[in-house]
């Protein structure tokens, strides 16, 4: 490796410099300072961020594929029970509430104890909770093994993503949410196709179930043999502990540090931080806009995941024989049909257009101006489907609205780790997909208590909610893309600068130009 290095602003204030060719080093009169955001800048791209990225991709699949066995099994569910239909509204309500209480649980564990830590515990609580949904032969057995299970899925996907951002080069975090985002919509075309094939054996919802769990077993195992972020250490105070994860990293990625860079930084934060922190300047703005993306963003989605299926049967149902949505089993049940589980799974599918569509925008413009398209866009796809009166234009306009939500999908979970240090990142993170999951809880039981015949109310808070979202990104003030992450409060008290580099800037909240030129390249 051919390093470069140059630093100013060390603790003595003189500057050094470092030349690496081969085997020559010119030594330095002191040892300069570095923050983790250098080293892995330094690193760079390289197998780690594979093998990281695969692993929480695979988490993301698997948290994904337990979320779709309420809506996938909602009608055996009901059957298997004789539900009513505020029950049968309440399996997917409740499924998202427990998400909320993990989501705003788990984000500050994770500050506290570490991001993997947290992980390998919510995957824990999943295969437990699984287990005795799988076995449950009562309504409230299940319902509440359910909402102890979405507890644990829900806080998975914030802290992959906060992971994958803290692991990854400024420059290519929209590249890699992209490959994450992909991974969790592919663990939702698995859940489907395994409904294709065990929704028609006895007590098919159970082998659902048990198919879904495979993938979580399987991150559990593979989460044993993950490090833990760099950035929590960092954030943390645990500076050598940091060092051993980064040497690690640049020894996958085969990039050789050189001896006189120093990780620095001040005594850690976390305890300091509390929930309120997190409307506190200088985030409060911010803070505000990101709660109102992810609640639109959930609003919409919970709710539409289950309308789809009274518009599929509506849209192309009167075409043919061939579209039928549901039929009567020999035990008077009332069941969808494997050409609905089909079209479902095909609607699962068509997430990952806007997915790219949003990764594209997002790689080439600021975030201000792909959050304005992107929600501008999904405004006029709801009012759009407010004023359709034809079924197969209005199930048109819910495919186009589907890839809408899926390039919001990647705008909010790209920006909202990019916002907040590293000393309450998570914390953040699962305070905003709180807010997401009470708002799917809300849009989905609305939709599933409201009469399918009469939607219009139901659209009508989709307008409102993607028109309110649309009017605050105006507001947007803060640019992060491709800058880099901070790991302490006073790194992030400008948001778009480059991070104080003495004691005394960071006293007085200011910051200079980065002097520090960073260049790594791997040679033959």
């Not at 998202?96 to 989501?103: C, D």
Request: proline share 4%; charged share 15%; hydrophobic share 45%.
């Amino acid at each position: 490796a051919v390093v470069s290095t140059q630093s100013t602003g060390t603790e003595s204030g003189e500057t050094a410099r470092v030349i690496m060719d081969g085997a020559s080093t010119t030594p330095l009169p002191d040892k300069p300072k570095f923050k983790t955001s250098d080293f892995i800048e330094l690193i760079g791209n390289g197998w780690y961020q594979i093998f990281v990225n695969g692993l929480m991709g695979l988490v993301c699949f698997a948290l994904r594929a337990e979320l779709m066995v309420t809506p996938i099994n909602i009608l055996a569910l009901g059957c298997e029970w004789n539900l009513s239909t505020l029950q049968k509204a309440l399996l997917p309500g409740m499924d998202i509430l427990g998400s909320a209480a993990g989501s705003f649980v788990g984000g500050k564990i994770a500050d506290m104890y570490g991001r993997r830590t947290l992980l390998l515990a919510s995957s824990y609580i999943m295969v437990i909770s699984s287990f005795f949904a799988i076995t449950a032969h009562s309504y409230y057995v299940y319902i509440i093994a359910r909402l102890i299970l979405c507890s644990g899925v829900s806080i998975n996907y914030p802290v992959a993503s906060v992971y994958v951002h803290e692991v990854s080069v400024a420059a290519d975090r929209s590249f890699w949410m992209i490959s994450l985002q992909t991974m969790m919509v592919l663990g939702g075309v698995y859940a489907c196709a395994c409904s294709l094939f065990v929704m028609d054996l006895a007590e098919g919802w159970r082998w659902e179930c048990t198919l879904a769990l495979v993938p979580v077993i399987l991150s559990v195992i593979l989460l044993h043999f993950a490090d833990e972020s760099p950035r929590y250490y960092a954030a943390n105070g645990q500076y050598e502990k940091a060092m051993e994860v980064l040497k690690n990293m640049a020894r996958w990625n085969g990039v050789e540090l050189p001896e006189e860079m120093e990780l620095t930084g001040k005594a850690k934060e976390m305890p300091n931080h509390s929930y309120i922190d997190f409307y506190r300047q200088p985030y409060t703005r911010m803070s505000i806009i990101m709660t109102l993306l992810q609640c639109t963003r959930g609003w919409i989605d919970g709710g539409m995941w289950y309308f789809v299926f009274d518009a599929f049967t509506y849209s192309f149902c009167h075409l043919s024989d061939f579209f039928t949505a549901t039929y009567v089993d020999e035990f008077g049940c009332t069941m969808y049909t494997k050409t609905q589980y089909f079209f479902y799974l095909c609607f699962v599918a068509l997430f990952l257009p806007g997915l790219y569509l949003g990764g594209v925008l997002q790689a080439y413009v600021e975030r201000k101006q792909s959050a304005l398209v992107i929600t501008w866009t999904l405004t006029g796809l709801c009012l759009a489907l407010l004023v359709c009166i034809h079924y197969t234009v209005t199930m048109a306009i819910i495919i186009l609205l589907n890839s809408a939500i899926g390039a919001l999908y990647l705008l909010s979970w790209t920006m909202s780790p990019e916002l907040y240090p590293s000393s309450m990142r998570t914390t953040s993170v699962g305070i905003l997909n709180t807010f997401n999951r009470v708002a799917a809880a809300g849009g989905s039981f609305l939709t599933e208590y409201v009469d399918p015949y009469s939607m219009t109310f139901t659209i009508s808070t989709y307008c409102v909610f993607a028109l309110v979202t649309s009017v605050s990104c105006l507001f947007i003030n803060r640019e992060q893309k491709d800058k880099l992450l901070a790991d302490t409060q006073s790194e992030a008290s400008n948001y778009g600068s480059v991070p104080p580099s003495t004691p005394e800037e960071s006293e007085r909240g200011e910051s200079e130009p980065d002097e520090l030129s960073v260049d790594a390249r791997k040679t033959d």
